[in-house]
């Protein structure tokens, strides 16, 4: 996506607390840190932002844009990465009219997932203009399906990088 979109860089935003996901058991804060540095190590094109991680509470979307584009300055296009299914999900997200103010709203396609950007539009009226979808090779694998697959002993070392493969083994991740 930073290709397609000429972007100078791209900071990943590890979720804190994500109020959607209250009842979900995810990584620790430093196993997702540690997974996402070894994913990304070798490029310089890559950062990532502690915001939500170290902010207390419930983190949300519209707060951390704000934070980064005060960071940023006035003159910075934020750009919003997300994938199809959580576009199909954004009208419900806290103040979706805020997160398409402060950020062009760019949206990978995912496979078996449809989604009117016109009822979207109509929703959430401050994104009319601002959703971009954009072609990206179309990998049928989700966080929470590579999760299950862990936990019950499925392979899925050829689903992530071998270096974050070997961290989830060594730190024995998502098993029960």
Same mark, same amino acid.
């Given at each position: 996506?930073?290709?397609?979109?000429?972007?100078?860089?791209? *900071?990943?935003?590890?979720? !804190?607390?994500?109020?959607?996901?209250?009842?979900?058991?995810?990584?620790?804060? /430093?196993?997702?840190?540690?997974?996402?540095?070894?994913? *990304?190590?070798?490029?310089?094109?890559?950062? *990532?932002?502690?915001?939500? &991680?170290?902010?207390? %509470?419930?983190?949300?979307?519209?707060? @951390?844009?704000?934070?980064? +584009?005060?960071?940023? !300055?006035?003159?910075?296009?934020?750009?919003?990465?997300? %994938?199809?299914? /959580?576009?199909?999900?954004?009208? @419900?997200?806290?103040?979706?009219?805020? &997160?398409?103010?402060?950020?062009?709203?760019?949206?990978?396609?995912?496979?078996? &997932?449809?989604?009117?950007?016109?009822?979207?539009?109509?929703?959430?009226?401050?994104? +009319? !203009?601002?959703?971009?979808?954009?072609?990206?090779?179309? *990998?049928?694998? /989700?966080?929470?399906?590579?999760?299950? @697959? &862990?936990?019950? %002993? !499925?392979?899925?070392?050829?689903?992530?990088?071998?270096?974050?493969?070997?961290?989830?083994?060594? +730190?024995?991740?998502?098993?029960?």
């Amino acid at each position: 996506m930073r290709h397609h979109l000429n972007l100078d860089s791209v *900071i990943f935003l590890p979720a !804190g607390r994500p109020p959607h996901k209250p009842d979900q058991l995810l990584s620790t804060d /430093s196993d997702r840190l540690a997974m996402l540095r070894l994913a *990304i190590a070798d490029s310089p094109v890559f950062s *990532i932002s502690t915001i939500d &991680i170290d902010r207390p %509470g419930a983190s949300y979307t519209a707060e @951390t844009l704000r934070v980064l +584009q005060d960071q940023a !300055g006035a003159d910075c296009q934020l750009h919003f990465l997300m %994938g199809q299914d /959580s576009l199909r999900d954004f009208p @419900t997200w806290h103040r979706p009219d805020l &997160i398409a103010r402060r950020a062009k709203l760019v949206v990978a396609l995912r496979p078996g &997932i449809s989604i009117s950007v016109e009822e979207i539009e109509r929703v959430v009226p401050e994104a +009319q !203009g601002r959703i971009r979808l954009v072609p990206v090779p179309l *990998i049928g694998i /989700s966080s929470r399906d590579l999760r299950d @697959t &862990i936990r019950s %002993g !499925g392979p899925f070392r050829y689903q992530v990088l071998p270096q974050v493969a070997a961290y989830i083994e060594r +730190q024995r991740l998502y098993r029960d």
